[in-house]
């Protein structure tokens, strides 16, 4: 799975407070139910 970034505002420049937090979440073909997490998420700017 892929996508894109493009538009984000970088972290740097959230308002105090606010962050990029990503949760998955799935069920496999068995029944069993995963949860993950990523935090911190650091976007940085890709200004060329």
Do not use: C, Q, R
């Not at 799975?1 to 420049?13: C, Q, R």
């Not at 979440?25 to 949860?35: A, I, K, R």
């Amino acid at each position: 799975m892929t996508f894109s970034l493009e538009g984000l505002t970088p972290t740097a420049e959230l308002p105090t407070g606010h962050f990029y937090y990503l949760n998955v979440s799935f069920t496999s073909s068995n029944g069993d139910m995963y949860n993950n997490h990523i935090y911190p998420i650091t976007i940085i700017s890709n200004d060329k």
